[in-house]
C-alpha cells in the first residue's frame, strides 16, 4: 500500500502567503504563478521516475536567491499535494471531499450576490490552462519515461492529449501548437477535465508505485546436476536425458 499521511501540512494561510511570496519572488519578470506550480509538482511527484523537491525548485524559483519563507512553503506545498493525491476518492456526491482533493486553480472574480460562483464565471474563461502547462512541463523533466508510460497506454496518451487541449488558453495559443481553434475546450469540458484530475493523479501515482516495487524473483526447485542419475530413472545422466531438453 502507497504510505498515506493522516493530514495536510497546508493551510489557507499559508496558500495565501505562498501566492503573496511567488509574485513578490517574479518581481518585473514572468514568474509561475501557484497554479502552474501545483500542475508542475503534481507532474513531478506521480511521474515514471523519482524526482525530489531539490529538483524540482529551481523550475520555480529560477537561478537567483529566493526568500527562506518561499522555499519552506514550496516544499510544504509539495508535501500537500502529495497528501492530496493520496487520500481516497470521495463518494456519494460528497462535494466538501471533491472540493479538498481539486488542484489549486485561479478563478476571476465574480460579482457578490451570484448564487453560484461557477456560473457567473465567464464562459470563455480557460479555467485550468496554466495547471496543464505547469504539469507538461514536470513531464518534460523525465520526457523518455513519460513517453515510455504513453506508448505503453493508450488511455494514458489520451488523457495525456486532453492536458494539453486544456493548457491552450487562446485561439491564437491553439495556431502556436498547430491545434485548430474548433479543438479548443469551453468552460464546461475544463471543469469537467479539472474534476477528473485528482483519479488521474491517483492512477499514476499507483502505477509509479507498482512500477517501482521489488519483484521477487521466481524460485525453481534445485535441478539435478549435470552427471547426476536422471531422476526419470532411465539410467541415464541427467544431461543426456531429460537435462537436453532443459533451456
Given at each position: 500500500?502507497?504510505?498515506?499521511?493522516?493530514?495536510?501540512?497546508?493551510?489557507?494561510?499559508d496558500l495565501a502567503r505562498l501566492e503573496a511570496l511567488l509574485y513578490d519572488h517574479a518581481?518585473?519578470?514572468?514568474?509561475?504563478?501557484?497554479?502552474?506550480?501545483?500542475?508542475?509538482?503534481?507532474?513531478l511527484i506521480v511521474g515514471p521516475e523519482p524526482v525530489q523537491p531539490d529538483e524540482a525548485l529551481p523550475q520555480v524559483l529560477g537561478d537567483g536567491d529566493a526568500a527562506p519563507e518561499l522555499v519552506?512553503?514550496?516544499?510544504?506545498?509539495?508535501?500537500?499535494?502529495?497528501?492530496?493525491?493520496?487520500?481516497p476518492l470521495p463518494v456519494d456526491d460528497d462535494a466538501d471531499a471533491?472540493?479538498?482533493?481539486?488542484?489549486?486553480?485561479?478563478?476571476?472574480e465574480v460579482e457578490e450576490g451570484e448564487d453560484d460562483d461557477i456560473d457567473?464565471?465567464?464562459?470563455?474563461?480557460?479555467?485550468?490552462?496554466?495547471?496543464?502547462?505547469?504539469?507538461l512541463q514536470g513531464m518534460s523533466?523525465?520526457?523518455d519515461a513519460w513517453t515510455k508510460w504513453m506508448d505503453a497506454d493508450a488511455d494514458l496518451a489520451l488523457d495525456i492529449q486532453d492536458l494539453m487541449r486544456m493548457s491552450v488558453a487562446t485561439p491564437e495559443h491553439a495556431a502556436e501548437m498547430e491545434l485548430d481553434a474548433d479543438d479548443l475546450l469551453d468552460f464546461d469540458d475544463r471543469w469537467g477535465l479539472l474534476a477528473s484530475v485528482p483519479a488521474l493523479l491517483q492512477d499514476l501515482d499507483l502505477m509509479r508505485f507498482e512500477a517501482q516495487r521489488p519483484r521477487e524473483p521466481i524460485r525453481r526447485d534445485a535441478l539435478p546436476g549435470r552427471n547426476d542419475p536422471c531422476p526419470c530413472g532411465s539410467g541415464q545422466k541427467w544431461k543426456k536425458c531429460c537435462g537436453s531438453t532443459v533451456h
Open positions: 500500500m502507497i504510505p498515506t499521511p493522516e493530514t495536510s501540512p497546508f493551510g489557507d494561510d518581481g518585473d519578470g514572468d514568474g509561475v504563478p501557484l497554479e502552474a506550480v501545483d500542475g508542475l509538482f503534481s507532474a519552506e512553503l514550496l516544499r510544504k506545498l509539495w508535501d500537500h499535494i502529495t497528501w492530496r493525491i493520496r487520500q471533491a472540493y479538498e482533493l481539486m488542484p489549486f486553480v485561479g478563478l476571476p457567473a464565471i465567464p464562459r470563455d474563461f480557460p479555467v485550468g490552462a496554466l495547471w496543464a502547462a505547469g504539469f523533466l523525465r520526457a
